[in-house]
């Protein structure tokens, strides 16, 4: 099939990873006979450098013309301690779910058998952790009426009822094609947004979903919770900033942030990015872990109806990490390079591929 995707590699280690990615996608396509039509586009720190804007027409042009975006990572140290800079690269990237209307973001958070020992958590903690964090994307204090005087400063924080339960009813389904289980994660005992989530949350539930276990949790729990006891959770329903704070702590369950996708859906285009940052300090050395890229990339090919296509891509990275080899960040037995594990899992992909289309 024929493909319209828009690829943003971004800043940092962004470009890097991206490529290994697109690695991956172009021995998908060629092995199962698709075509990937790709169109650049700057977003970040390097289009504020380029075009003077973090997220320009162009960029958003593009990427709306697509059937999906692929995208690498943002930001620029030179911006971080800067309160008075006037554009940030995060503009950008807000922008664009806003624009893009992509109200979910899906984290899932595994952990590969081999990796264990990696984590900060013992083994025993670890072994099995399966879970996915639903976090809403596009309301709450990120969108929220912003503003400051002299002396004090503001960030509201609003819900309306549809954007709850557009995202509520995202992750039941989820639920149901998994363990049956959601969490919704809140600060009801404070917040009246968070009383606001429950209730509806809750009637969504009880009206169409009796058959999923729903509970409930304050965040500042399940923080602690998702280290105590990571295998109890399976989905995870929350909005931006819990979700945001949350899915950061959830990732080091793995061992490594390098090891991480995520997707962003909405109602038109959706957009798979890795969850770790531009990771400044090893732009350009090829040693950064491409792994969530090409993990997104996977899921990007699950979004298009591709799911065997998607699951290849899985196996052959777990294949490729259990054969010994790994980035630097995984200590592995094999070191090598941002570049050589993307060749070795494209390879690997298309092996695996051949021999299916063998098998036929
Ligand atoms: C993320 C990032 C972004 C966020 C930043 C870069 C605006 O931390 O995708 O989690 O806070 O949403
Ligand atoms: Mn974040």
Partial sequence: MNFNLAILPGDGIGPEVTDQALKVLRTVETTYGHSFDCHFADM?????????????????????????????????????????????????????????????NIRPV??????????????????????????????????????KTEDSAFDNCVYTKI??????R??????????????????????ETSRF?????????AAEYPDVQLDWMYVDNAAMQIIQFPTSFDVVLTENMFGDILSDEASVLAGSLGMLPSASVGSKVALFEPIHGSYPQAAGKDIANPLAAILSAAMLLDHLGLGEEANTVREAVKSVLEAGYGTSDLQAEKTVRCSEMGDLVAGKVGEMAAKAVEMV
């Fill in 197 to 205: 989530w429950r209730k509806i949350v809750f009637d969504l539930g």
């Fill in 44 to 104: 970040g720190a390097i289009a504020i450098d380029k075009h003077g804007d973090p997220l320009p027409q162009a960029t958003l042009d593009t990427c709306m013309a697509a059937d999906a975006i692929l995208f690498g990572a943002i930001g620029h140290p030179r911006f971080d301690n800067d309160p008075t800079a006037k554009v940030r690269p995060e503009q950008g990237l807000l922008r664009l779910r806003k624009s893009l209307g992509l109200f979910a």
């Fill in 170 to 191: 995202l992750a039941f389904e989820y639920a149901r094609l998994r363990r049956n289980k959601l969490t919704l994660v809140d600060k009801a005992n404070v917040l």
């Fill in 163 to 168: 954007e709850v339960e557009r995202i509520a």
């Fill in 110 to 147: 595994t952990v590969y058998p081999n990796l264990l020992h990696l984590s900060p958590l013992r083994e025993e903690k670890v072994r099995g952790v399966d879970f996915v964090i639903f976090r809403e994307l596009t309301g709450g204090i990120y969108f929220g009426e912003k503003g």
